[in-house]
Nanobody, 115 residues
Framework: QVQLVESGGGLVQVGGSLRLSCAASGNTFRLNAIGWYRRAPGKQRELVASVSSVGSTYYIDSVKGRFTISKDNTKNTVYLQMNSLKPDDTAVYYC?????????WGQGTQVTVSS
């Protein structure tokens, strides 16, 4: 089994920055691509960014140029650096494999951007 634990969220003003962390444990060899997802109030969960096992990255258009996904294989941790945050970035952020597996969903970490 794989366990994914998100951290690093918080309350930040418009234009601020946060760095989210996703610590993986367990059978991490089962993980290929890892993604950061978010669910905003009243909206469906969406994939925001992902990084493959060979380091290829993907971003949705709304975060390109502002968010950077990276990973540290020695720490089994994936990061999401978020800069120039906007109120529309307010959501609960989760990490999971790509495509996501139901068993890997964690509690997420809340990001709130105040204007």
């Amino acid at each position: 089994q794989v366990q994914l634990v998100e951290s690093g969220g918080g309350l930040v003003q418009v234009g601020g920055s946060l760095r989210l962390s996703c610590a993986a444990s367990g059978n991490t060899f089962r993980l290929n691509a890892i993604g950061w997802y978010r669910r905003a109030p009243g909206k469906q969960r969406e994939l925001v960014a992902s990084v493959s096992s060979v380091g290829s990255t993907y971003y949705i258009d709304s975060v390109k140029g502002r968010f950077t996904i990276s990973k540290d294989n020695t720490k089994n941790t994936v990061y999401l650096q978020m800069n120039s945050l906007k109120p529309d970035d307010t959501a609960v952020y989760y990490c999971n494999s790509v495509p996501p597996k139901y068993a890997y969903w964690g509690q997420g970490t809340q990001v709130t951007v105040s204007s």
